[in-house]
């Protein structure tokens, strides 16, 4: 399994920005996807994930009503729409997946990771 992240790039504070993380190799399933983020010198923290179901999402507090992931089952796509963008959402941005149908928040629970994109947001 292959995930490849992108759509990440600079963008001004209040701005919006899409990214997608594309699914390659064998399927798993059920699988939860998730977005995580990475600042230098921090630990790679829980942004987003949404379960096998895809009506079942979780949000990181700092990121509820701005952030909205979603997955394209058939065209094997993972999304991220980011709005509202500010400052502390600079970051590189990875996509993940685990082999599971309960979301998880913790990087160790997630087997797959895509390469990262990152997203910088000027103020």
């Known amino acids: 399994v292959q995930l490849q992240a992108s759509g990440g790039g600079l963008v001004q504070a209040g701005g919006s920005l899409r990214l997608t993380c594309t699914i390659s190799g064998r399927p798993l399933r059920p699988v939860v996807m998730g977005w995580f983020r990475q600042v230098p010198g921090k630990e790679r923290e829980f942004v987003a994930a949404?379960?096998?179901?895809?009506?079942?999402?979780k949000y990181t507090d700092s990121v509820k009503g701005r952030f909205t992931i979603s997955r394209d089952t058939a065209k094997k796509t993972l999304l991220l729409q980011m709005s509202s963008l500010y400052d502390d959402d600079t970051a590189v941005y990875y996509c993940a997946a685990r082999r599971d149908t309960a979301i998880a928040t913790g990087t160790d629970q997630y087997n797959y990771w895509g390469q990262g994109t990152l997203v910088t947001v000027s103020s």
């Open positions: 949404i379960a096998w179901n895809p009506a079942i999402t």
